[in-house]
């Protein structure tokens, strides 16, 4: 059973302001990886990490920032939200080699 | 044409019966198949991950997985009206971080 978490679960918020997603797993996972992905539509990665310190962008361009300072920290940060930014996302790790990845149960974002 | 590709569906079976969910990619790289369930509004929920040709069995799950035809497919016997959900195929390369997602298909079982 995976054990990675994801707060807030719902965030409601005005235009214009700093957003942080929390996203922490407790398997020591290297891999961690942030996905945007909007009612009924495609899983989109918008960045990765190999581990701590290293970070990179995924095939969608997004506008938020990640950090990973530890291995089991891996929060997304959004400097100015606006209404294009309402998506759901979901945080996912996953051991190395050929392992699954395993999903957070999500932040639903929602900018006015 | 894309590197993962699933018929969105709905795809409509009776209770109890056998769906059977299909799934082809593009890379013959591709080294670990996996298959998530995601209920709506819900994150996905890992049910099966096979990485060599031939079935796995779990429970009511069945994959297949066929590496020259480049094709992987899910059975869900015995399906239930929980068994409704979108259900994603996922294609790892092995030594790549890179999990590529299909677009799923929407499963309906009508009780």
């Known amino acids: 059973e995976a054990d990675i978490y994801q707060t807030p679960r719902y965030l409601v918020i005005g235009t214009g302001k700093k957003i942080t997603l929390e996203c922490s797993q407790t398997m020591g996972h290297d891999k961690m990886y942030w996905y945007q992905q909007d009612p009924g539509m495609e899983l989109h990665l918008i960045h990765y990490s190999y581990g701590v310190n290293s970070t990179e962008k995924g095939d969608l361009s997004s506008e938020s920032t990640v950090s990973r300072i530890r291995t089991e920290h891996f929060p997304l940060t959004l400097e100015s939200a606006r209404p294009s930014h309402t998506s759901q996302y979901l945080c996912?790790?996953?051991?190395?080699?050929?392992?699954?990845?395993?999903f957070g149960d999500g932040t639903r974002l929602s900018i006015l | 044409q894309k590197e993962v590709e699933q018929n969105s569906g709905p795809l409509s079976v009776p209770e109890g019966a056998i769906a059977s969910l299909n799934c082809t990619y593009s890379?013959?790289?591709?080294?670990?198949f996996f298959w998530y369930r995601q209920y709506s509004g819900k994150s996905p929920e890992l049910i099966m991950s096979i990485y060599s040709n031939g079935d796995k069995e779990d429970g009511r799950f069945t994959a297949q997985l066929n590496k020259a035809s480049q094709y992987v497919s899910l059975l869900i016997r015995d399906s239930q009206p929980s068994d409704s959900a979108t259900y994603l195929c996922?294609?790892?390369?092995?030594?790549?971080?890179?999990?590529?997602f299909g677009t799923g298909t929407r499963l309906k079982v009508l009780a």
């Open positions: 996922a294609v790892n390369m092995e030594g790549t971080y890179k999990y590529i």
């Open positions: 996912a790790s996953r051991a190395g080699g050929n392992q699954p990845q395993h």
């Open positions: 890379d013959r790289v591709s080294q670990s």
